[in-house]
Every structure is written in structure tokens, then in C-alpha cells.
């Protein structure tokens, strides 16, 4: 199963775009990048998922790139709502089964 | 609408002890999991299955077992509680879309 490596922390002005990496290098063709987020000890939440190209929804918008060993998860306008820990992680075609790393602690500042 | 629930959200138990915690899901979703939650260590993967009757070993399933005997349930028990599995204990189903649905979590103190 492939790995994800994201950053362990950052922090983004209220307001302006949030962009948080993920790195998948040893992605394979059929393995889908999915991002979920943590607030608090709340049990984490589903924000988008792709396979290889660019995805958008109401949240937030997924760039994935070319090779595919890497993408980046936008949000927007941040909020301080939006403090959280962040997970990126893969999941292969025809399973269901998800390994989640440590994630990214995002801060929102006022 | 439906959901997913843990119960009990909270417990303190001894060392040794059995213990079961419940996950029931009205998603009629056929992929359940557990995973725990420890400080350091983000998520972890206890156990999964994916339908009646099947069940699977996960990244840390020693001292752990499941049983799936209806499509809602997957109860999680610790034979023989330890104070290392002390930690908040996450329930999830996910359907053909593979988007996971998470409980609430239980938090589990071993003393």
C-alpha cells in the first residue's frame, strides 16, 4: 500500500487559500488520493477524494499532479473552523481498506 | 437520516477484564472498521470487514478481534485488557464510493 507524507504543521491567515501537501511518490495507477480532517477528537470527516485529475466541491478543491506523486489540498477562504488535523491518504482500487499517517495540524489564525 | 454509533463512548475497566465496544451503522454500508487513536500515532487500523462473516487483520490487531454477524454491527472486543490499549477507539463503513463515515469514537481507559 502506498504512503503519504504531509508536513506536520502549518498555519494560514484567516481568509486566504490554505494549501496543504501530500506527498504519494510510490502511488500506483489504480490507487485514489482521499482527504479527511479531524477537528478536535470528533471522529474525522470525508473532504474529497481523486484519482488523477483535478477535483472541486463545496469544501475545497484537490490538485493532483501529472505523475500523480503528489497533490494539494485547497481551502479556499479559510475560517478558524477550519483549524484541524488534515489527513491525506491512498486507497487502492477494488479494496477499502485506508492507512492513515500522522496528518497535518492546520491553524487558522485570526 | 442515517448514522453511525459507538457505545459506550466512555469507559474505565481493569487489567484483564473483557471488554466490548459496540458500532452500529444505519448506513447498510458492507465495509466497517476499526481503528485507534493514540497520541504520535494518528489513525490506526485494527480490524475491517467487509461483509457478514468476513473479517481481516489490520495494521495492529493483537489483543483485538471482531465478529460481523449482520450488516450493522462490527463489535470490537479486548479479551484480556492491557494498559497499552488505552486510547479513543474509532468505528467507520464506507460504501462502493469509498468514502469512510466515522462515530463519534470511544474512549477506553485501562487502569
Known amino acids: 500500500d502506498a504512503k503519504t507524507t504531509q508536513p506536520t504543521s502549518m498555519d494560514c491567515a484567516e481568509g486566504r487559500a490554505a494549501n496543504l501537501p501530500c506527498n504519494h511518490s510510490?502511488?500506483?495507477?489504480?490507487?485514489?488520493v482521499y482527504w479527511y480532517r479531524q477537528i478536535h477528537s470528533q471522529g474525522p470527516q470525508y473532504i474529497i477524494h481523486?484519482?488523477?485529475n483535478n477535483e472541486t466541491n463545496e469544501m475545497a478543491s484537490l490538485i493532483i499532479t501529472e505523475d500523480r506523486k503528489s497533490s494539494t489540498l485547497i481551502l479556499p477562504h479559510a475560517t478558524l473552523r477550519d483549524t484541524a488535523v488534515y489527513y491525506c491518504i491512498v486507497r487502492v482500487e477494488g479494496t477499502y481498506k485506508y492507512i492513515f499517517g500522522t496528518g497535518t495540524r492546520l491553524k487558522v489564525l485570526a | 437520516d442515517a448514522e453511525i454509533t459507538q457505545s459506550p463512548r466512555h469507559k474505565i475497566t481493569e487489567t484483564g477484564r473483557q471488554v466490548t465496544l459496540a458500532c452500529h451503522q444505519t448506513w447498510n454500508h458492507n465495509n466497517m472498521f476499526w481503528y485507534r487513536q493514540d497520541l504520535g500515532h494518528g489513525l490506526r487500523l485494527i480490524h475491517y470487514?467487509?461483509?457478514?462473516?468476513?473479517?481481516n487483520k489490520g495494521e495492529v490487531s493483537d489483543g483485538y478481534s471482531v465478529s460481523r454477524s449482520n450488516t450493522e454491527d462490527l463489535p470490537l472486543t479486548l479479551e484480556s485488557a492491557a494498559s497499552s490499549q488505552t486510547s479513543v477507539y474509532f468505528c467507520?463503513?464506507?460504501?462502493?464510493?469509498?468514502?469512510?463515515?466515522f462515530g463519534e469514537g470511544s474512549r477506553l481507559t485501562v487502569l
Open positions: 470487514s467487509y461483509g457478514v462473516q468476513d473479517t
Open positions: 467507520a463503513s464506507s460504501g462502493d464510493t469509498g468514502e469512510l463515515f
Open positions: 481523486g484519482l488523477k
Open positions: 510510490t502511488i500506483s495507477g489504480n490507487e485514489y
